[in-house]
Nanobody, 124 residues
């Protein structure tokens, strides 16, 4: 079956960096648009970034543009999120997700598969 497994979360001070990774199995990875979402306590899950199946196209939420970079390795079946200049408001559980096709959806409802999430905590 399809599995998405995130790793790389942790505790970091404001201004620091983290790299999240999501290893995919059970699907033809290169056929899937991959996304990162996050959910802070008491808030709804929100879009962070998404990347096309080939990696040439990306979308970001405005608040992370210039700080976060999404990229993928279709040989290793991994999608990653490099997060720089982290802020306390980036604190959340981060999820990777996948949807077959070519459109770069920002709505979580469009994604078919989800990982279990990894906690990112940014201290001030």
């Amino acid at each position: 079956q399809v599995q998405l497994v995130e790793s790389g979360g942790g505790l970091v001070q404001a201004g620091g960096s983290l790299r999240l990774s999501c290893a995919a199995s059970g699907l033809t990875f290169s056929n899937y648009v991959m996304g990162w979402f996050r959910q802070a306590p008491g808030k709804e899950r929100e879009f962070v970034a998404t990347i096309s199946w080939g990696g040439s196209s990306t979308r970001y939420r405005d608040s992370v543009k210039g700080r976060f970079t999404i990229f993928r390795d279709n040989v290793k079946n991994v999608v990653s999120l490099q997060m720089n200049s982290l802020k306390p408001e980036d604190t959340a559980v981060y999820y990777c997700a996948g949807v077959r096709g070519s459109f770069l959806y920002s709505s979580s409802d469009r994604y078919d598969y989800w990982g279990q999430g990894t906690q990112v905590t940014v201290s001030s």
